[in-house]
């Protein structure tokens, strides 16, 4: 028996929440008394692989191909399936993310493993294998039993914290049998933003809405942000009126992240907004209209017109700074 | 070509959450439901490459797992433009179920097809029966899908990944799960699509034998947030103050 951690990589490096599954590994293997094995694809030097022993695994698999560097997802999900089939692997975790999403269900017909997605602690028995995540975009938990042998989750980011432990793991090349032709995935091009901090990445968020008034308004915004380190969002409206790119929007139909700052200016506090970003740590939120539900939602809240209050903030920010 | 898209039957998305039966029902009591948000952009989605000339996407059909009580849910996707639809007459038990059922009826599919399914349902949240139908035909799936555009038979669809996106090919059959972009504002029923609707094909199927591989125990509301601390817009100095030593997280 084994946990099977799969540890993405985002051009060679792992992130933070890479190693919040890890611990989250740990933890269930613990539970079980058995071990962590985690699976590696794509080029990563093993100097990285190596962190993933600050985290409790016991021994690493790498598929170092360059065959590998496109993610398909039928040939990903064969792979990783035969990896937990050779590793007697009973547990299966990934990340919540585009990439966790888009294989954790396949590999759950797969291996007929009962699927859980978007967990958000250890579970709470191992035998029954039972799990809680949240529902109604938020508004609900439901605590849920996997019926099978198997069991398939994803990880909600932010949710679990880092355990350190350290451990000396092996690692393994792995050369599993596929050829180009198996690749139906064609990449043609690849667009990435550069320099910038990515909004599902941060730990501090700065985010308008269309209390902003105009899109020529997100100067204090941007400021605050960059002072901050954190990166900026925005609400539906404002991204689908094209005053912000897509990628900022948060809500039950955007982006859903968990920040520990999420610091809302001249958004409402509608229920779909609320549905994206109440998983942050804190919420801070600046509006003008003292009965706007964001109040509702904050554990912060400033009644004031943005365009007054943003600088005043950028100018304590900056003191701060100055002092630390 | 043939587009399919999954339907999925939610609660409006400004209902107010309840539970019954010591908590280990959904109270639906009251709920207006409505197609789930990310399916109603698919549906949008596929319209739009219907309606463009420039490719063959000939037929809209949506194809929901669920009890009596979601064809009205159904017929709002009719009168919004779909030209048939399929219901398997079953409770949506897990995702498991639900994609082995649509997969059992699609498989007998000869015409050339693309699957639309949404990233997620706005009820369970659980992001998973567009990908698992793929694993079930052996397709191929792309995830995270935020743009489709067709030329003739030549598709290109925009992939999110974190910080960008990818252009990827395709080529029919395969599943797409899409997501926010895909279409930008949903499109309402008119009142001619409505009469319309009611004479659209609806084809109801018997579900198919398959056991469930998880079970929901029980419900739980969100613990009530502390009031929020109110701060003078005179005095912003305080909340850097605040968010330092009291939240500890400068
Ligand atoms: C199916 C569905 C899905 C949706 N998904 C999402 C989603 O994912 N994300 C999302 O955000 N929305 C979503 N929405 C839309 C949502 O219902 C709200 O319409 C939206 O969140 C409102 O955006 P807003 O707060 O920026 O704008 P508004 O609601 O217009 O609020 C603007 C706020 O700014 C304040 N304000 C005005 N001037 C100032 C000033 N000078 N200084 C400070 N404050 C000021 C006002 O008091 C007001 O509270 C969805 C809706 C539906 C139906």
């Known amino acids: 028996m084994a946990v099977l951690v799969y540890t993405e990589n985002w051009d060679?490096?792992?992130?933070?929440?890479?190693?919040?599954?890890?611990?989250?590994?740990?933890?269930?293997?613990?539970?079980?008394?058995?071990?962590?094995?985690?699976?590696?694809?794509?080029?990563?030097?093993?100097?990285?692989?190596?962190?993933?022993?600050?985290?409790?695994?016991?021994?690493?698999?790498?598929?170092?191909?360059?065959?590998?560097?496109?993610?398909?997802?039928?040939?990903?999900?064969?792979?990783?399936?035969?990896?937990?089939?050779?590793?007697?692997?009973?547990?299966?975790?990934?990340?919540?993310?585009?990439?966790g999403k888009a294989l954790a269900p396949r590999l759950s017909v797969r291996l007929k493993a009962g699927l859980v997605t978007a967990v958000i602690k250890v579970p709470s028995s191992v035998e029954p294998f039972t799990v809680c995540k949240k529902v109604f975009s938020g508004k609900g938990f439901v605590h849920l039993v996997v019926l099978s042998e198997k069991k398939v989750l994803t990880l909600s980011k932010n949710s679990f914290e880092l355990v350190?432990?350290?451990?000396?793991?092996?690692?393994?090349?792995?050369?599993?049998?596929?050829?180009?032709?198996d690749f139906k995935t064609r990449v043609e091009k690849v667009d990435k933003q550069t320099g910038k901090l990515i909004l599902t990445d941060a730990e501090l968020v700065v985010s308008g809405g269309r209390g902003m008034k105009s899109p020529d308004n997100w100067g204090p915004i941007e400021e605050l942000a960059d002072l901050l380190g954190a990166a900026t969002a925005c609400s539906r409206p404002v991204s689908?009126?094209?005053?912000r790119p897509h990628e900022e929007h948060t809500g039950q139909t955007g982006k859903v992240i968990a920040p520990n700052l999420y610091i809302a200016v001249g958004i409402s506090g509608a229920i779909q907004h609320l549905a994206g970003?109440?998983?942050?740590?804190?919420?801070?939120?600046?509006?003008?209209d003292p009965d706007a539900p964001i109040f509702e939602a904050a554990d912060y809240g400033i009644v004031g017109d943005a365009h007054k209050v943003l600088p005043e903030l950028i100018t304590a920010v900056k003191e701060y700074k100055s002092e630390n | 070509m043939k587009i399919i898209v999954c339907l999925g039957n939610v609660p409006?998305?400004?209902?107010?959450?309840?539970?019954?039966?010591?908590?280990?029902?959904?109270?639906?009591?009251?709920?207006q439901w409505v197609i789930n948000p990310w399916d109603e952009l698919a549906l949008t989605r596929a319209m739009e490459l219907k309606e463009d000339s420039n490719n063959s996407v000939n037929e809209i059909t949506v194809i929901t797992v669920g009890t009596l009580g979601t064809e009205p849910t159904i017929r709002k996707a009719l009168a919004i433009g779909?030209?048939?639809?399929?219901?398997?007459?079953?409770?949506?038990?897990?995702?498991?179920?639900?994609?082995?059922?649509?997969?059992?009826?699609?498989?007998?599919?000869?015409?050339d097809y693309i699957v639309f399914a949404g990233i997620e349902s706005s009820d369970y949240n659980g992001s998973a029966v567009g990908s698992m139908l793929a694993e079930f035909l052996n397709l191929s799936s792309i995830s995270a899908v935020s743009s489709l555009e067709m030329q003739g038979d030549q598709i290109k669809i925009f992939r999110e990944i974190d910080g960008g996106h990818e252009v990827?090919?395709?080529?029919?059959?395969?599943?797409?799960?899409?997501?926010?972009?895909?279409?930008?504002?949903?499109?309402?029923?008119?009142?001619?699509?409505?009469?319309?609707?009611?004479?659209?094909?609806?084809?109801?199927?018997?579900?198919?034998?398959?056991?469930?591989?998880?079970?929901?125990?029980?419900?739980?509301?969100?613990?009530?947030?502390?009031?929020?601390?109110?701060?003078?817009?005179?005095?912003?100095?305080?909340?850097?103050?605040?968010?330092?030593?009291?939240?500890?997280i400068l």
Not at chain 2, 82 to 92: G, M, S, Y
């Open chain 1, 277 to 288: 970003i109440s998983s942050s740590k804190c919420i801070v939120a600046i509006n003008t």
């Open chain 2, 82 to 111: 779909a030209d048939n639809a399929v219901r398997i007459d079953a409770e949506p038990i897990d995702s498991y179920f639900v994609a082995f059922q649509l997969a059992e009826y699609l498989k007998n599919e000869e015409e």
């Open chain 2, 168 to 248: 990827v090919s395709m080529s029919a059959p395969f599943v797409t799960v899409v997501q926010k972009g895909i279409a930008i504002d949903p499109r309402i029923p008119a009142m001619r699509g409505i009469m319309m609707a009611r004479k659209k094909p609806l084809n109801v199927v018997a579900a198919v034998e398959c056991a469930p591989l998880t079970e929901m125990l029980s419900f739980e509301l969100p613990q009530p947030k502390p009031p929020c601390k109110m701060i003078d817009a005179d005095n912003a100095k305080e909340l850097i103050d605040l968010l330092q030593n009291e939240a500890k």
């Open chain 1, 164 to 181: 350190e432990k350290k451990t000396k793991p092996g690692i393994e090349e792995y050369s599993p049998d596929f050829t180009l032709g």
């Open chain 1, 12 to 99: 060679g490096r792992f992130k933070k929440s890479t190693y919040e599954l890890v611990s989250y590994a740990k933890a269930i293997s613990d539970m079980m008394e058995t071990t962590v094995v985690a699976l590696s694809i794509g080029p990563v030097e093993d100097k990285e692989l190596e962190k993933l022993g600050d985290y409790g695994v016991d021994k690493i698999i790498k598929i170092s191909d360059d065959l590998y560097s496109v993610l398909d997802n039928q040939v990903y999900t064969r792979v990783i399936a035969d990896v937990a089939e050779n590793e007697d692997a009973n547990v299966i975790l990934l990340s919540h993310n585009n990439t």
């Open chain 1, 240 to 243: 689908d009126e094209g005053w």
């Open chain 2, 12 to 31: 409006d998305t400004t209902t107010k959450i309840k539970f019954t039966d010591d908590n280990k029902k959904f109270d639906s009591d009251g709920v």
